[in-house]
């Protein structure tokens, strides 16, 4: 098993300083922090597009407050004292949770860039497929002949890397 890397910050400032947008792992907030609380702090993380999972800890916390965190995201919230080892096994749910968010935002971006490499007509075809039309109603809708319905289509599944259109409307459906 690999350890992942624990990084520490002596405040929600000094964390915002190295924050970035490719960071993975997940974020252990206190809910009462100098300065920046902790709640506060995930309202900022939210406005900055964060999708870190996080959970919070506090000595000083109430059902309202525990609720309001959920909703706006965080993935947990514990009150002290606890378990180190029921606050080690939500950080590993919070990391799984996290690897999966990051292989969705990674095959997200895969499609939008084969999305992106359809020419408009490409893109007009593919829709309408994806629509259900049949390639006659496609070549009457577009003012095209079937022949040509049949080339973009080909060249849409190629693109797409897709074999089927069942794949083909689950690759479109991802990213829409």
Do not use: Y
Not at 27 to 47: A, C, N, T, Y
Not at 115 to 142: P, Y
């Amino acid at each position: 098993m690999v350890c992942p890397l624990l990084l520490c910050f002596d405040s929600a400032e000094s964390f915002l300083k190295a924050w970035r947008s490719d960071m993975q792992g997940c974020i252990v907030l206190d809910v009462r922090m100098p300065e920046m609380s902790g709640l506060e702090l995930q309202e900022k993380l939210d406005s900055l597009g964060s999708q870190l999972p996080v959970i919070f800890v506090t000595g000083h916390g109430d059902v309202p407050m525990a609720v309001s965190a959920l909703q706006r995201g965080a993935c947990d919230f514990i009150e002290k004292p606890f378990h180190n080892e029921d606050l080690l096994s939500r950080i590993q749910r919070a990391l799984e949770l996290d690897n999966q968010l990051s292989a969705r935002r990674q095959r997200d971006g895969a499609i939008s860039h084969r999305l992106d490499q359809l020419t408009q007509r490409e893109r007009e075809v593919m829709q309408l497929v994806v629509a259900g039309k049949l390639n006659k109603q496609i070549a009457d809708e577009l003012n095209i002949s079937m022949k040509t319905v049949e080339a973009h289509r080909a060249r849409v599944m190629e693109k797409m890397g897709v074999r089927t259109l069942a794949e083909l409307v689950k690759a479109v459906m991802t990213v829409n």
